[in-house]
């Protein structure tokens, strides 16, 4: 995702959550002032009706006390003795308890009215109404919806990134393969030439099994976008082929090992052309990296379920904060190259191969750890 279109969708989120913040807390202080007003109108009303004759008219201060239905309010005496208890959600048992701590929590929030009788001075304690407290939630829900907007949002953009991201990959693979096909067939038949004129020339027999080579690559690249065909094969035998290929055409000052572990054989399910061309990119990545002089190790082991295989080259390493980037499209560090390569390669064991393929570690000027973990069949 664009990094500037995440920050205008940050800041879109950030400016509807303070807008709804601001606007209901309004709203909530403008409530809260009319419900102290209505309390207070209630409480005058109370005063009202205890100081009233027998022969007062009262049906008007009897409507305003009934009139309060929503807003919690409880009525004391002098000696903090329970005379009223109004909207008031009591528990079944220790109400005495609950009724300390409640008169407790309103007065520290200066929810209360003094009334001045004759004899006494009476409390009247009230509560935010029930709207009041939804009110003050509501942002907090708004902003949790939002976040499951913007989830939702950064995940279907993400997809139809891949999506177009998949379809350039499987034009250019698919076109890659095509344009090799001419120079491929003109080579196969300038190969059978010298095969013939030259039967026994080791060098004619190797050129072959390189023009061959080409072939498969070609036949690889045009079948990325299908379904690939996976197989129960040799772990062993697919890495040792890799090598050996890659051995053959390096030089004399880069040694190449596997290392198995002892009287053990893996087999997993692979398509064995797509998994070789992954070692052998890891292989000749290393090998630039090593200046065409080093070490590369391939050790393999078993770790319950799965078959996790480290490739360790003795290279200049890599930063940290390349572990990632490293295998994003068109990234590269050499002058040359398109920066595909290992995008191709985790595109083919993660998706293809339901496996994982990442840095393990890396130390500069002391070499790089890639690891592939695959499922073990």
């Not at 995940?155 to 698919?174: D, H, R």
């Not at 080093?294 to 078993?302: A, R, W």
């Amino acid at each position: 995702m664009n990094r500037y279109f995440k920050l205008i969708f940050l800041l879109v989120a950030v400016i509807i959550v303070a807008s709804s913040v601001f606007f209901s807390n309004r709203i909530a202080r403008a409530m809260n002032i009319e419900e102290k007003k209505r309390i207070e109108i209630w409480a005058a009303a109370n005063k009202k009706l205890l100081e009233a004759g027998m022969n007062d008219d009262v049906d008007l201060i009897l409507n305003i006390l009934e009139n309060n239905n929503s807003i919690p309010v409880i009525w004391v005496g002098e000696n903090s003795n329970m005379l009223m208890a109004r909207n008031v959600k009591e528990p079944d048992k220790d109400k005495a308890h609950f009724y300390k701590n409640y008169i407790q929590k309103l007065k520290e929030k200066n929810h209360f009215f003094v009334v001045n009788l004759e004899n006494e001075k009476q409390y009247v304690y009230y509560d935010d109404s029930a709207l009041i407290k939804q009110l003050q939630y509501f942002p907090y829900i708004q902003f949790g919806v939002i976040i499951i907007f913007l989830a939702v949002a950064f995940f279907a953009f993400s997809n139809g990134q891949k999506s177009e991201q998949n379809k350039v990959w499987v034009g250019l693979s698919k076109e890659t393969a095509h344009q090799l096909g001419t120079p491929i067939s003109s080579m196969f038949a300038w190969n059978e030439l010298l095969h013939e004129k030259y039967p026994d020339d080791l060098l004619v027999a190797e050129m072959g099994r390189d023009v061959n080579r080409l072939q498969i690559i070609a036949e690889r690249f045009s079948k990325i976008g299908s379904t690939p065909d996976l197989k129960k094969v040799s772990v062993k035998q697919t890495l040792l082929n890799a090598v050996a290929y890659i051995n053959n055409r390096s030089s004399v000052r880069v040694q190449i090992q596997t290392h198995f572990e002892k009287g053990k054989e893996y087999f997993a399910a692979l398509n064995v052309p797509l998994f070789e061309w992954v070692i052998e990119n890891l292989c000749k990545n290393a090998i630039d990296a090593m200046d065409g002089s080093g070490n590369i190790d391939v050790f393999v082991k078993k770790s319950g379920n799965y078959i996790i295989i480290d490739l360790h080259d003795t290279g200049k390493g890599i930063e940290r904060k390349l572990f990632r980037r490293i295998f994003k499209p068109g990234f590269t560090t050499k002058k040359r190259g398109w920066g595909l390569g290992l995008s191709l390669a985790k595109r083919i064991v993660e998706q293809y191969h339901h496996g994982k393929i990442f840095v393990k570690q890396s130390t500069p000027n002391a070499g790089t750890t890639f690891r592939i973990i695959l499922k073990k069949q």
